[in-house]
Every structure is written in C-alpha cells, then in structure tokens.
C-alpha cells in the first residue's frame, strides 16, 4: 500500500510545478485519510478506546457482527421516521446525514488531483472498499 501513495504522490513526467501541487494534494489526501479515520472509527476518547481492546475477544466481535446493520439505507430509515415522530432532535439527524455525506465527498475528487489519469472505476472501488472498510471497523 505504501508503493501505491508513493505512485500517486510523486508523477514521473510532469512539469515541477503540477508536480510539486499533486504532491501536495497527495499529502492533503493521506491526511484526510488519516483524519477520516481517526474522527469515524476511533471517534472516543482514548482511555475509552483502549478498555475497549482491552476486553476485546472473538465472540465480542461475533456478537457485533450479528447486531450490525447491513440494510443500505436503514440508517436514514430510521431518522426519517424519527423526524416524522418528532422522537430525535432534528439538529442530530441533519447533522449525522450532512455529516456523513460532506464527509465522504473528498474521496471523489482528490483522486483526481493526485493523477493526470485516473480511472473512475478505480476511484469507485477503491471508496466503496474505504468505506465498507470504515463500516466494518465500527461493528468491532
């Protein structure tokens, strides 16, 4: 994986100046990468994250995958019937559906900016593989 940010970072070919601002755009997205990370997955405080390895086992993460959520869309089910209820504050559902879709929009476009060419079944799969990724580490 390392081989791959390198490849899309440093372009052979490319006039200095594009080069030095994809290389830039190559950094900005491994932070973003990181960050995304840090702020979905490990979203608590870090005493609470590390009890939480602590008492990690196989059957705490069996038990996670049998209660998890594999509808598409259930989610956004769920606060819609929320919203009509008047059961959730409307702030928190806009704020988790804004959230979430403003948060994820950067893997379709800086992709883009790191390459000349890039592929965009590439650019799909490599997000849909991020993001079911995201979601998996969540269930543990």
């Known amino acids: 994986n390392?081989?791959?940010?390198?490849?899309?970072?440093?372009?052979?070919?490319?006039?200095?100046?594009?080069?030095?601002?994809?290389?830039?755009?190559?950094?900005?997205?491994?932070?973003?990468?990181?960050?995304?990370?840090?702020?979905?997955?490990?979203?608590?405080?870090?005493?609470?994250?590390?009890?939480?390895?602590?008492?990690?086992?196989?059957?705490t993460m069996l038990r996670s995958f049998e209660?998890?959520?594999?509808?598409?869309?259930?989610?956004?089910k769920l606060y819609m019937r929320a919203y009509e209820q008047n059961t959730l504050s409307k702030t928190i559902?806009?704020?988790n559906i804004i959230g979430n879709i403003v948060a994820f929009i950067p893997l379709g476009f800086l992709p883009y900016l790191c390459r000349r060419k890039v592929r965009t079944s590439y650019v799909f799969m490599g997000s849909l593989l991020f993001i079911l990724s995201i979601e998996d580490m969540m269930l543990l």
């Open 2 to 59: 390392g081989k791959l940010v390198i490849r899309l970072i440093f372009m052979e070919g490319i006039p200095m100046r594009k080069k030095s601002v994809r290389i830039l755009v190559g950094l900005m997205f491994i932070v973003y990468i990181s960050l995304l990370i840090r702020f979905v997955v490990f979203k608590f405080p870090f005493l609470m994250i590390q009890e939480i390895f602590q008492t990690w086992s196989i059957d």
């Open 93 to 95: 559902i806009y704020y």
């Open 67 to 76: 209660r998890g959520n594999y509808i598409p869309l259930q989610t956004i």
